[in-house]
């Protein structure tokens, strides 16, 4: 992984204002900096109505 990358997560962590965000930011930094941070395709939840057979669906 660049160390852009690192750079970027660790300075949103500092400016997060939220404890649990900057805390999420700082491991995405810390896979990062080992290159061991992974992205998966983009996949966006569909909602359906309750009655249906599977109430969320994951289309991609």
Same mark, same amino acid.
């Given at each position: 992984?660049?160390?852009?990358?690192?750079?970027?997560?660790?300075?949103? &962590?500092? &400016?997060?204002?939220?404890?649990?965000?900057?805390?999420?930011?700082?491991?995405? &930094?810390?896979?990062?900096?080992? $290159?061991?941070?992974?992205?998966?395709?983009?996949?966006?939840?569909?909602?359906?109505? &309750? $009655?249906?057979?599977?109430?969320?669906?994951?289309?991609?």
């Amino acid at each position: 992984m660049t160390d852009s990358r690192v750079v970027r997560y660790r300075r949103l &962590a500092l &400016a997060e204002h939220a404890p649990e965000k900057a805390r999420i930011l700082r491991l995405l &930094a810390d896979e990062a900096e080992q $290159g061991i941070l992974c992205f998966s395709p983009l996949r966006t939840a569909v909602v359906k109505p &309750a $009655g249906s057979a599977s109430a969320v669906s994951l289309d991609t």
